[in-house]
C-alpha cells in the first residue's frame, strides 16, 4: 500500500507563497491520480486540487483557481500543490491523497498524515 507524507507547511503572511510536497514509497506511484485536500478547525475537509497519472489533466476548487497549481515530478514519486497569493482563509492542514479517477473524490482511499498552513493578516 501507498504510503504519502506531506512536507512544505508553515506559517506565511497574506499575499505571500507557499509550496507543498507529498513523497510516496512506492515505485507504482504512476499508477495514482493524486489529489489535495484541506480541513480547517470546526470545518469539513474540502477537495482543493487534483492531478490525474500522467499530469494531462488537473482540476482545482473555485475558491483557489487562479492561485494554486498542482503538478508531479513520477520519477521522484512525488506531488506538488504551489500556493500563491495566500489568504487567511486558507489556513488548514492539508493533506495529499492517492487514488484510482482523477475526478472521483470518492477514489482517493490513501491519505497522507498532513501538514499545517496558517496565513496570517
Known amino acids: 500500500q501507498v504510503q504519502l507524507v506531506e512536507s512544505g507547511g508553515g506559517l506565511v503572511q497574506a499575499g505571500g507563497s507557499l509550496r507543498l510536497s507529498c513523497a510516496a514509497s512506492?515505485?507504482?506511484?504512476?499508477?495514482?491520480?493524486m489529489g489535495w485536500f484541506r480541513q480547517a478547525p470546526g470545518k469539513e475537509r474540502e477537495f482543493v486540487a487534483a492531478?490525474?497519472?500522467?499530469?494531462?489533466?488537473?482540476f482545482y476548487a473555485d475558491s483557489v483557481k487562479g492561485r494554486f497549481t498542482v503538478s508531479r515530478d513520477n520519477a521522484q514519486s512525488t506531488v506538488y500543490l504551489q500556493m500563491n497569493s495566500l489568504k487567511t482563509e486558507d489556513t488548514a492542514v492539508y493533506y495529499c491523497?492517492?487514488?484510482?479517477?482523477?475526478?472521483?473524490?470518492?477514489?482517493?482511499?490513501?491519505w497522507g498524515q498532513g501538514t499545517q498552513v496558517t496565513v496570517s493578516s
Open positions: 492531478i490525474s497519472r500522467s499530469s494531462a489533466n488537473t
Open positions: 491523497a492517492a487514488g484510482s479517477a482523477v475526478i472521483l473524490i470518492s477514489s482517493y482511499r490513501h
Open positions: 512506492e515505485r507504482t506511484f504512476s499508477n495514482y491520480a
